[in-house]
């Protein structure tokens, strides 16, 4: 079981920056790929962001690229996305998810989540 708690949401002005936290805890935290996915009101959730179980491999969905990144500290076991240029459409609530990986070096959006974390809220809005 792994349990994923997520910090870091909140309310910026469109241009402006927010970092989220995804803490893993739990056995099996290394095996897992992480990605983050946002659901906005009226839409169904997207793929934002993954990172390999390995560190070494990332994705990002094209709505984000050059403006997000996502990043890995081992030894806080915890996940990172350092949103910038955030626009109004950002706007969704954030799941951090760890999935069961095709292979340990890359991730997709497609791979079996297999744990959910409880979402973050981020508003984009002057």
């Known amino acids: 079981q792994l349990q994923l708690v997520e910090s870091g949401g909140g309310l910026v002005e469109p241009g402006g920056s927010l970092r989220l936290s995804c803490t893993a805890s739990g056995f099996g935290r290394n095996y897992f790929a992480i990605a983050w996915f946002r659901q906005a009101p009226g839409k169904e959730r997207e793929g934002v962001s993954c990172l390999s179980s390995s560190g070494g491999n990332t994705n990002y969905a094209d709505s984000v690229k050059g403006r997000f990144t996502i990043s890995k500290d081992n030894a806080e076991n915890t996940v990172y996305l350092q949103m910038n240029s955030l626009r109004p459409e950002d706007t969704a609530v954030y799941y951090c998810?760890?999935?069961?990986?095709?292979?340990?070096?890359?991730?997709?959006?497609?791979?079996?989540?297999?744990?959910w974390g409880q979402g973050t809220q981020v508003t984009v809005s002057s």
């Open positions: 998810a760890a999935q069961h990986p095709d292979l340990l070096s890359s991730c997709s959006f497609e791979d079996e989540v297999a744990f």
